[in-house]
């Protein structure tokens, strides 16, 4: 069983910036590929990026490149999401994934219980 723990959200001015983190239980990254996603208010939950188990490797949405940077820390068994130039659009609760590779991206088995981000205009 994976369990996964988000934190770190919160309420930022447009252009702020905050960081995500994902605590997993587990061998969840010698198992699994890490994600996030987000899901906005009336609409589908949407994938933000996703870090390779093997070489680190990372992919982002077109709406996130350049703005957002997602990690790890094998030792701590931690995913971030450091999210620069916020915009409002980019308010939604925020999940934290551990899934099967899907080419670039992931196919989610695991989620976690999502965090809040708020980005006011």
């Known amino acids: 069983q994976v369990q996964l723990v988000e934190s770190g959200g919160g309420l930022v001015q447009a252009g702020g910036s905050l960081r995500l983190s994902c605590a997993a239980s587990g061998r969840t990254f010698s198992n699994y590929r890490m994600g996030w996603f987000r899901q906005a208010p009336g609409k589908e939950r949407e994938f933000v990026a996703t870090?390779?188990?093997?070489?680190?490797?990372?992919y982002y949405a077109d709406s996130v490149k350049g703005r957002f940077t997602i990690s790890r820390d094998i030792a701590k068994n931690t995913v971030y999401l450091q999210m620069n130039s916020l915009k409002p659009e980019d308010t939604a609760v925020y999940y934290c994934?551990?899934?099967?590779?899907?080419?670039?991206?992931?196919?989610?088995?695991?989620w976690g219980q999502g965090t809040q981000v708020t980005v006011s205009s």
């Open positions: 870090i390779r188990r093997s070489t680190g490797s990372t």
């Open positions: 994934a551990a899934g099967t590779p899907q080419r670039d991206g992931i196919s989610p088995e695991y």
